[in-house]
């Protein structure tokens, strides 16, 4: 994030933060798990549906912390093969083409989280809806972050092309 007094960068350590509190909930209630069970013989019942809950959650999270980020696969080789201005020009392209397909994520995740919203988990009295709506926060987040990028980009190419 290039100013991480700015509202992207406040939220992306409110996104990491909770990211980590999820992964910290999750690793205890393993550790609790493997002790009930092969300890105290008593094993938890929801433990191991409500950790994968958790890591759905973690997964969207961590997937929207990578775009400010840089982390997310790119092939670079191929892009940089074109002479100036072509490079930011597709790049510009595919964070444009990657917003429409958030945007599709969003949309489908909230119906998704409509339709699901009466399917509860057998072992805790949770919605399946909440499990769904990882994608669309996530989803949401990631729309945010690529947009600032995009933002970038265009300015970064703009800037080049009227030098030339």
Same mark, same amino acid.
């Given at each position: 994030?290039?100013n991480?007094?700015?509202?992207?960068?406040i939220l992306? /350590?409110?996104?990491?933060a909770?990211?980590g509190?999820?992964?910290?909930m999750?690793?205890?209630?393993?550790i609790?798990?493997?002790l %009930?069970r092969?300890?105290?013989?008593? @094993?938890?019942i929801?433990?191991?549906?409500?950790?994968r %809950? $958790?890591f759905?959650w973690?997964v *969207?999270?961590?997937?929207?912390l990578?775009?400010?980020r840089?982390?997310?696969?790119?092939?670079? %080789?191929i /892009? +940089?093969r074109?002479?100036?201005p *072509?490079?930011?020009?597709l790049k510009?392209?595919?964070?444009?083409?990657?917003?429409?397909?958030?945007a599709?994520v969003?949309?489908?995740g909230?119906?998704?989280? +409509?339709?699901t919203?009466r399917?509860?988990?057998?072992?805790? @009295?949770l919605?399946?809806?909440?499990?769904?709506?990882?994608?669309?926060?996530?989803g949401? $987040?990631? %729309?945010?972050?690529l947009?600032l990028?995009? /933002?970038t980009?265009? /300015?970064r190419?703009?800037n080049?092309e009227?030098?030339?």
């Amino acid at each position: 994030m290039e100013n991480s007094s700015s509202f992207g960068g406040i939220l992306e /350590r409110a996104v990491e933060a909770l990211g980590g509190l999820i992964l910290v909930m999750a690793t205890l209630i393993t550790i609790l798990q493997v002790l %009930f069970r092969y300890v105290l013989k008593a @094993p938890f019942i929801w433990s191991e549906e409500f950790t994968r %809950f $958790l890591f759905i959650w973690i997964v *969207w999270l961590g997937a929207a912390l990578a775009i400010p980020r840089g982390k997310h696969m790119v092939i670079e %080789f191929i /892009r +940089d093969r074109f002479p100036e201005p *072509w490079p930011l020009r597709l790049k510009l392209a595919t964070e444009l083409l990657a917003l429409f397909f958030l945007a599709v994520v969003v949309v489908k995740g909230m119906s998704l989280v +409509d339709m699901t919203a009466r399917e509860f988990y057998v072992t805790f @009295p949770l919605s399946v809806k909440y499990a769904y709506l990882a994608s669309v926060v996530g989803g949401a $987040l990631m %729309f945010f972050f690529l947009s600032l990028e995009f /933002r970038t980009t265009f /300015r970064r190419l703009k800037n080049k092309e009227e030098k030339t």
